[in-house]
């Protein structure tokens, strides 16, 4: 069923008794064109655009939990487009321009709201790096402005701006059409319209090994059953090692933890996103209220799905040293995710030395605003077997040729990106 | 999580610093097959359970262990001093404490 205002009105009336399922609950069938393993938010937008964008539809997405279980629904749902390594600027930038229209193109309410990213600075040198990076973004037609101290205190003024102030506000880089949204929603979303397209979205279904024929990957084995497929794609995000070696891939990945926290609700206070530039601390506001927040990494390699308290405070520390009133309100939850650190900060998108098995990983901790261009161009590279041009720097072997995109300069070190 | 240092005993894991993978083994450093140390610079087994790797005993007693880490649990199963176990061409450089810190310049992410 589409979703309209007629819709709505209507079942509003007669009591929302006819809302149907948003997705079909299929059993796997014997084969397919392509299966996708993981449901998360870019396993789900592929398989959304290997329908829309090049007619396959004997697609299915393998999921071993639950959609929305993943990352795509642990995140801190920051979505921006403010990079500056070539590869990187217009593909986060396609990304961006994809959210824009999402809502509109899935029939979905994934509740993208551009209320602006705010980056601080805090020294004079901060303020150059950020200016710098403002003026690549320029140079490539995104959005980007540069705030001075004054000018920041006019918009953001229950930040610490006081003599007391540990980390002074010097200025700040804007990028207005970043903000947020709404993470479920996005995995629901993709996931309805992939379906209405004909593509079998498969929960409880974990994919625990590879079937080969000659050095070819020609399907998966799975918690139901043998499925075979002409093409099978991995995007399991924290997890890729651990089912990468099951087709023997070792990778330039390492699996880590970050954490999310969320207070209590209370009236509007944040109504852009900020981040930290002193330390590492960011957060925003959700309509329901909450304060949304996150920091560091935990600093150590971790399949555990849920953190350690060190970074708790270290995160609550920070988030009080920018915003004084923070102290105030009690925290609700906190959690972690697993993640797949790259070893230079950036994603991979390709095909694999295996024919027939495809790769998308390396998404770290800026992967849910990649989703709706990682999935376009997954869905491009798996179709025509070939790099969608935008991601053409995404490739595996970009570590052994020497051409690493090292967005943050951190070098070989996961736990620094 | 706890650490049971060799030296010191039981700690906490605020006092120590991760030092990554105590597996890998670094090639010689005269060795010129590009092959071996983008193998060794970039490739990890990245497992799902026990784990070799390096922790140091910062804010204790500043020695270089290696531990046996379940990744999952993260239940530390053995520590050992580094120096016990691995050859002084594997170890991370030593760092002060200013340096140990991830420098974070940009400050924007995720
Ligand atoms: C706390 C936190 C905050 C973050 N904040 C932001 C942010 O503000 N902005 C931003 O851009 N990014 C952020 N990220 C990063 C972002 O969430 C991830 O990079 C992104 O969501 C990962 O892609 P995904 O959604 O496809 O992953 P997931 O949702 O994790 O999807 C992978 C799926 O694969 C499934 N799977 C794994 N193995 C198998 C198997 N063998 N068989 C079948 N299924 C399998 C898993 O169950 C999972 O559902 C954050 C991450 C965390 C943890
Ligand atoms: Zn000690």
């Given at each position: 069923m589409r979703y309209s205002v007629a819709s709505v009105i209507r079942e509003g009336l007669f009591g929302n008794k006819g809302w149907g399922r948003a997705w079909r609950d299929p059993e796997p069938k014997p084969a397919y064109d392509v299966i996708v393993v993981g449901g998360g938010g870019h396993g789900l937008s592929t398989a959304y655009y290997l329908a829309k964008e090049h007619g396959l539809t004997k697609v299915a997405v393998l999921e071993k939990g639950w959609l929305g279980g993943g990352n795509v629904g642990r995140n801190t749902t920051i979505i921006r487009s403010n990079y500056m390594m070539d590869g990187n600027t217009q593909f986060y930038e396609l990304s961006l321009k994809l959210w824009e229209g999402l809502s509109h193109d899935i029939n979905y309410n994934a509740m993208v709201s551009h209320r602006g990213v705010f980056n601080l600075a805090h020294t004079p040198s901060q303020y150059d790096a950020f200016a710098y990076r403002g003026n690549v973004m320029r140079s490539n037609g995104i959005d980007a402005e540069i705030l001075t101290r004054e000018e920041v205190r006019k918009e953001?003024?229950?930040?610490?701006?006081?003599?007391?102030?540990r980390f002074p506000v010097y200025g700040a880089l804007v990028q207005r059409r970043g903000g947020t949204a709404r993470h479920d929603a996005v995995a629901w979303g993709y996931a309805r319209a992939a379906d209405m397209r004909g593509v079998d979205i498969i929960q409880n279904c974990e994919v625990t090994g590879f079937i080969r024929e000659g050095d070819r990957i020609v399907g998966v084995e799975s918690t139901r059953g043998a499925i075979r497929a002409k093409k099978v794609a991995m995007a399991v995000a924290g997890h890729t090692s651990v089912l990468a070696e099951k087709a023997g891939l070792r990778l330039p990945i390492e699996s880590h933890l970050l954490q999310a926290f969320v207070t209590e609700s209370i009236k509007p206070l944040i109504d852009t996103v900020i981040t930290f530039g002193a330390g590492h601390f960011y957060i925003s506001q959700s309509d329901k209220g909450s304060l949304v927040f996150g920091g560091d990494l935990d600093g150590y390699n971790s399949y555990a799905q849920r953190g350690n308290l060190p970074i708790v405070e270290h995160v609550l520390t920070e988030g009080k040293a920018l915003i004084p009133r923070l102290s105030r309100l009690r925290m609700l939850r906190h959690w972690a995710g697993v993640m797949d650190m790259s070893m230079d900060g950036s994603p991979i998108i390709d095909l694999t030395p295996m024919p027939g098995l495809y790769l998308n990983t390396g998404w770290c901790y800026g992967g849910f605003k990649a989703v709706p261009g990682s999935g376009f161009c997954f869905a491009h590279l798996i179709a025509r077997d070939e790099p969608h041009p935008v991601a053409a720097k995404f490739r595996l072997d970009r570590f052994r040729t020497g051409r690493p995109i090292d967005e943050k300069g951190a070098g070989p070190v996961p736990g620094h990106h | 999580m706890l650490i049971n240092c060799p030296y010191c005993g039981l700690r906490s894991l605020e006092e120590f610093t991760y030092g990554g993978d105590a597996s890998l083994e670094r090639p010689d450093l005269a060795d010129e097959d590009m092959e071996r140390w983008y193998t060794y610079v970039y490739l990890r087994d990245n497992p799902r359970g026990p784990h070799k790797e390096f922790w140091h005993h910062l804010y204790g007693c500043r020695q270089w262990l290696v531990a046996t880490r379940d990744t999952l649990t993260h239940q530390v199963t053995s520590v050992v001093p580094a120096r016990d176990v691995v050859k002084p061409a594997d170890l991370p450089e030593v760092q002060s404490p200013a340096e140990a810190r991830p420098k974070r310049v940009a400050g924007m992410k995720p």
């Open positions: 953001l003024p229950y930040l610490d701006f006081s003599e007391k102030a | -």
